[in-house]
T-cell receptor
Framework: AQSVTQPDIHITVSEGASLELRCNYS??????LFWYVQSPGQGLQLLLKYFSGDTLVQGIKGFEAEFKRSQSSFNLRKPSVHWSDAAEYFCAVGAPLTASKLTFGTGTRLQVTL | DAGVTQSPTHLIKTRGQQVTLRCSPK?????VSWYQQALGQGPQFIFQYYEEEERQRGNFPDRFSGHQFPNYSSELNVNALLLGDSALYLCASSLLQGAGEQYFGPGTRLTVT
């Protein structure tokens, strides 16, 4: 069974500081990996995805993520956080080669202080 | 190009009642998935529809059922509502033969009293 662990429930960073959100997954092979962002009361917006190839993937809003097979991790990073990045971030895993169900982590709430 | 749309935005129902939620997928997409997101939790997969058939199902009781129409839009029905069914219900659309990414609608907030 596939699963996702986001060990940090809540993270606070200062505006302009760097950010890293952790994600560990469990899957029998190399899955498809995703990061989504959710603002309060809103749906989910896709930030970036990893399917294969280059292990460092770039997304929207200046985010990037690195796939590390040996650590079963897919951590999300941003060099300089903006106040508008405050939101809930979800890591998700899906089976490759098809638009199958996504399994989400419990999310990390990001607070940005000015 | 319209994204995924859902209706209604909010809904309040009483225990034991039935509810129907609606979803229109992103233009060009043929697959619709439904997720339940309880407060403070990540979305949980309910089921997925493709070619008007239920293709995959998560660990949800039979009270949860769905339908997909020829125009790819979809409905989620929940019977005999329980207080625990209160949640944000998210619809996501995708291409079955695509790269696997799913695009989410804004959700329907269901409150059961």
């Amino acid at each position: 069974a596939q699963s996702v662990t986001q060990p940090d429930i809540h993270i606070t960073v200062s505006e302009g500081a760097s950010l890293e959100l952790r994600c560990n997954y469990s899957y029998g092979a190399t899955p498809y990996l995703f990061w989504y962002v959710q603002s309060p009361g809103q749906g989910l917006q896709l930030l970036l995805k990893y399917f294969s190839g280059d292990t460092l993937v770039q997304g929207i809003k200046g985010f990037e993520a690195e796939f590390k097979r040996s650590q079963s991790s897919f951590n999300l990073r941003k060099p300089s956080v903006h106040w508008s990045d405050a939101a809930e971030y979800f890591c998700a895993v899906g089976a490759p080669l098809t638009a199958s169900k996504l399994t989400f982590g419990t999310g990390t709430r990001l607070q940005v202080t000015l | 190009d319209a994204g995924v749309t859902q209706s209604p935005t909010h809904l309040i129902k009483t225990r034991g009642q039935q509810v129907t939620l609606r979803c229109s997928p992103k233009s060009g997409h043929d697959t619709v998935s439904w997720y339940q997101q309880a407060l403070g939790q990540g979305p949980q997969f309910i089921f997925q529809y493709y070619e008007e058939e239920e293709r995959q199902r998560g660990n949800f009781p039979d009270r949860f059922s769905g339908h997909q129409f020829p125009n790819y839009s979809s409905e989620l029905n929940v019977n005999a509502l329980l207080l625990g069914d209160s949640a944000l219900y998210l619809c996501a659309s995708s291409l079955l033969q695509g790269a696997g990414e799913q695009y989410f609608g804004p959700g329907t907030r269901l409150t059961v009293t």
